[in-house]
T-cell receptor
């Protein structure tokens, strides 16, 4: 049963700390997306990769956020330094076509105090 | 203090009735559309998709209708069950056939099924 996995599932940290979220896309998928979901903004696309290369990160605050794919089985999203307004659920999704169906992970619920 | 957030449209139906969830999309160039279901505490889950060269597509208990003239998408759920209670998102992709672009999500509709 192939699925996207994300770690950690929950993270509570203090303002100013570095946060790293990890995602393992479905094997064989070549496109990986990072989303943020909040009550205020709904589901927002932060960045996405195809074949490990970043295609679009225009939705991401670049001064504190960074996204990478060290290899085909791992995508990371880092926030440094974190701020209370970063509190949200962060989803990773993967797909095997540029704009087709995306398969979502369970999300990382981040709380920044 | 009181928190302010999105007030999702809510649809409340009786178990066994049919549900219709509507979505207006923004980009006339969008050529691929998906409906997702998100249950509390989980990630969005694919329900059904449709390409712009189709007006209707059916799945198991679900039907998606596409009206390109008015840029409107609907999801019909037959014989709604308590397990269908969730937030439903429509998503559009402006450049599917060019293998580019990204999904743009709507704000979502909360479906509540009364037993």
């Amino acid at each position: 049963d192939a699925r996207v996995t994300q770690t950690p599932r929950h993270k509570v940290t203090e303002m100013g700390q570095e946060v790293t979220m990890r995602c393992q896309p479905i094997l064989g998928h070549n496109t990986v997306f990072w989303y943020r979901q909040t009550m205020m903004q709904g589901l927002e696309l932060l960045a996405y990769f195809r074949n490990r290369a970043p295609l679009d990160d225009s939705g991401m605050p670049k001064d504190r956020f960074s996204a990478e794919m060290p290899d085909a089985t791992l995508a990371t999203l880092k926030i440094q330094p974190s701020e209370p307004r970063d509190s949200a659920v962060y989803f990773c999704a993967s797909g095997y076509r540029g704009g087709g169906e995306q398969f979502f992970g369970p999300g990382t619920r981040l709380t920044v105090l | 203090g009181e928190s302010v957030g999105l007030h999702l449209p809510t649809l409340s139906v009786q178990e066994g009735d049919n549900s219709i969830i509507n979505c207006a999309y923004s980009n006339s160039a969008s050529d691929y559309f998906i409906w997702y279901k998100q249950e509390s505490g989980k990630g969005p889950q694919f329900i059904i998709d449709i390409r712009s060269n189709m007006d209707k597509r059916q799945g198991q208990r679900v039907t998606v209708l596409l009206n390109k003239t008015v840029k409107h998408l609907s999801l019909q759920i037959a014989a709604t069950q308590p397990g269908d209670s969730a937030v439903y998102f429509c998503a559009e992709n402006p450049r599917f056939y060019n293998q580019g672009g990204k999904l743009i999500f709507g704000q979502g509709t909360e479906l509540s099924v009364k037993p």
